[in-house]
Nanobody
Framework: QVQFVESGGGLVQPGGSLRLSCAAS????????MAWYRQAPGKERELVAS????????DYADSVKGRFTISRDNARNTVYLQMNSLKPEDTAVYYC????????WGQGTQVTVSS
């Protein structure tokens, strides 16, 4: 059974940082590109960042370029999202899944940026 478990969210002040983690199971993790998505209240889910199988190439939404960094540890079946210089508009539930596969969504992790 394919499963993605996100963690690391929380409440942070503007300008702060958080590191999200996503543990994958039920797949040969190193064979798949991975991605982080987010869904803000009242908005559609959007792609935030993606990473290739080896981690050698990454891509980001324009809104997070220069602030967020995606990385992965294939030995731990885990993908990370380091988020710096957080803004209130980054408030959302963050999800991870395989980039090009129609996986079911996990429970996500809530990120709230507020003073």
């Amino acid at each position: 059974q394919v499963q993605f478990v996100e963690s690391g969210g929380g409440l942070v002040q503007p300008g702060g940082s958080l590191r999200l983690s996503c543990a994958a199971s039920g797949i040969i993790f190193g064979m798949y590109a991975m991605a982080w998505y987010r869904q803000a209240p009242g908005k559609e889910r959007e792609l935030v960042a993606s990473i290739t199988t080896s981690g050698s190439s990454t891509d980001y939404a324009d809104s997070v370029k220069g602030r967020f960094t995606i990385s992965r540890d294939n030995a731990r079946n885990t993908v990370y999202l380091q988020m710096n210089s957080l803004k209130p508009e980054d408030t959302a539930v963050y999800y991870c899944k395989r980039r090009f596969t129609n996986d079911s969504w996990g429970q996500g992790t809530q990120v709230t940026v507020s003073s």
